[in-house]
């Protein structure tokens, strides 16, 4: 209370009775005089208005926050409202508490005791079932009435003793136990539904909480076994295609997996008798399955991106489709080779992500890699004169750079190497396919180097062999700068092209 308020009181002069006992103080207005009939009138309005307020008052309530309603809109010069307006502070607290006591009393347990029958300020109980209750069920309730009782706004129907809120226990319980027919299928709900069982709103938001965290749980669990399969690249979808192959006839048997990546599967199999576009299915085959998840071509889209050839699809496919194109890429490029006359598997079917081709190796042993296999230095030389024979033709006549050439992925079969894994290859004028092609030489370089090769050229000798470009010692220098900056750049060749001119 305003201490200067009230001892200010006494001298504020003559006025109504109300106005000295107003503990906010006086209105300023208060001593201006008017005439009579301004007095009638403005006694008339404070009735009209002391009528509204006790027939809106709840509603002002409702919207109020904090221990004391400040709002400006609410006139405080009414003791009676301002005691209502206590009280129901009061009720609120008090209200509170219980809630406190009610969540104390029930703990953990299952089946929990409510306290709404107690408490003072039902219509605006922020537990009620209008805030939390959100499913309305609209199909058959077996406790609706045959004639629905609308509860009118107010919050209640009948008079004195017979008055049933909207709160009332009894039909609450019953409305809240159908609505459990809302619950996802997989949500046990025992037989409550077929029982009169009245579920109080507490125990029925809690069971709705529940039901909600437990469905987006299973979407969880179900997610991540999807995703648990494609990880070992057969899921369920990839498993069919290969039975189709083997029921098909086009393989007779897949015996076992050869070789498991970052990107892709391969597998084994014996060749079926059924001819597949006039093409013989060779003996053995290996079956490269792409990996549909995403990790892997995230490191890799860098080399489809800019491929002219896949540009235009590149940015309207999703994931599972450009899985595809990995698949369908290696197969032109392997065709290509195969038409250069250059020694890789030659393909023999592609189905979705999944691409056959013929094995190299013998007897379901696959042909080594050059990294695992001891050559004799005469070898050794052969197959170096043969892989940058290889390189060349796969420059100029497959217009293409391998982009992941290595001793990884060359195989020493049947006296010769044969390349393989070239769904990443790109054609030169790839932005980054001069970059791509020195890589390859270094590899290519380093590998025979260390062999033993003697003629071996280095990185930027067999660079100009393959490409007919010709960089020299003295600009290499810029061009490793050039590329180490071109790393962020998009167009590197183009900048590569331009040192390149200047010599
Ligand atoms: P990744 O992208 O996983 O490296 P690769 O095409 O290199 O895929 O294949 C992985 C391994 O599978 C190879 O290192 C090789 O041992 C084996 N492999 C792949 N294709 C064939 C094939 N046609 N014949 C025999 N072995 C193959
Ligand atoms: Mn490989």
Same mark, same amino acid.
């Given at each position: 209370m305003d201490p200067v308020g009230v001892a200010a009181a006494p001298e504020?002069?003559?006025?109504? @009775?109300w106005q000295s006992k107003c503990p906010w103080g006086t209105p300023k207005t208060a001593s201006i005089s008017c005439s009579l009939a301004d007095v009638m009138s403005e006694q008339l309005a404070k009735e009209l208005q002391l009528e509204e307020e006790n027939a809106a008052f709840p509603e002002v309530v409702a919207v109020a926050e904090g221990?004391?309603?400040?709002?400006?809109?609410?006139?405080?010069?009414s003791d009676l409202m301002l005691a209502q307006m206590l009280q129901m502070e009061f009720d609120r607290e008090y209200d509170a508490q219980l809630r406190r006591e009610e969540k104390k009393f029930n703990g953990d347990s299952k089946v929990s005791i409510s306290?709404?029958?107690?408490?003072?300020?039902?219509?605006?109980?922020?537990?009620s079932s209008e805030d939390?209750?959100?499913?309305?069920?609209?199909?058959?309730?077996?406790?609706? @009435?045959?004639k629905p009782t609308i509860t009118p706004k107010k919050g209640f129907i009948g008079k004195g003793k017979d008055i049933t809120t909207k709160h009332d226990e009894v039909v609450c319980g019953r409305k809240n136990t159908a609505r459990?027919?809302?619950? !996802?299928?997989?949500?046990q709900v025992g037989d409550g539904i077929g029982m009169d069982l009245k579920l109080s709103n507490q125990v029925f938001n809690a069971l709705k909480q529940h039901a909600y965290s437990e469905e987006r749980r299973s979407a969880r669990l179900h997610e991540k076994k999807e995703h648990s399969t494609a990880e070992k690249a057969v899921d369920p979808k990839t498993r069919l295609l290969l039975y189709k192959m083997v029921s098909g006839g086009m393989?007779? $048997?897949? $015996?076992?997996?050869i070789s498991t990546g970052k990107e892709s599967v391969v597998f084994h199999a014996y060749g079926g008798n059924a001819t597949e576009d006039d093409k013989v299915i060779p003996p053995e085959c290996a079956i490269k399955v792409f990996k549909?998840?995403?990790?892997?071509f995230k490191n890799r889209d860098k080399y489809i991106k800019d491929d002219y050839r896949f540009k235009d699809r590149f940015s309207k496919l999703n994931p599972r489709k450009i899985i595809r194109m990995w698949a369908e890429k290696e197969m032109h490029n392997l065709t290509r080779m195969q038409n250069a006359g250059i020694p890789c598997p030659q393909v023999v079917i592609l189905k979705k992500h999944v691409l056959v081709m013929s094995f190299i190796g013998q007897d379901q042993v696959p042909a080594p890699k050059l990294k695992d296999v001891k050559l004799n230095s005469e070898d050794m030389k052969k197959a170096y004169y043969q892989v940058v024979n290889m390189m060349q033709q796969l420059y100029?006549?497959?217009?293409?750079?391998? !982009?992941?050439?290595s001793e990884y992925n060359m195989l020493w079969h049947d006296g010769k190497v044969w390349l393989i894994d070239v769904s990443q290859s790109v054609e030169p004028?790839?932005?980054h396919g001069l970059e791509f092609l020195f890589r390859d030489c270094r590899n290519v370089s380093q590998f025979f180097q260390k062999g033993g090769v003697a003629e071996a050229l280095n990185e930027r000798e067999l660079f100009n062999a393959v490409s007919g470009l010709n960089i020299t010692a003295e600009n290499e220098v810029d061009f490793q700068a050039e590329k180490q900056f071109s790393?962020?750049? $998009?167009?590197f060749s183009t900048v590569f092209l331009m040192i390149c001119s200047q010599i």
């Open positions: 504020a002069g003559p006025g109504p @009775a221990p004391f309603i400040t709002g400006e809109n609410v006139d405080t010069s306290f709404e029958n107690y408490r003072k300020v039902h219509p605006f109980d922020s537990d939390e209750v959100d499913w309305q069920d609209t199909r058959h309730d077996p406790y609706r @009435a045959d459990m027919e809302n619950f !996802a299928p997989e949500f393989l007779e $048997t897949i $015996t076992g997996c549909t998840t995403l990790n892997e100029k006549e497959c217009n293409l750079v391998h !982009a992941d050439l004028t790839h932005p790393e962020t750049l $998009t167009d």
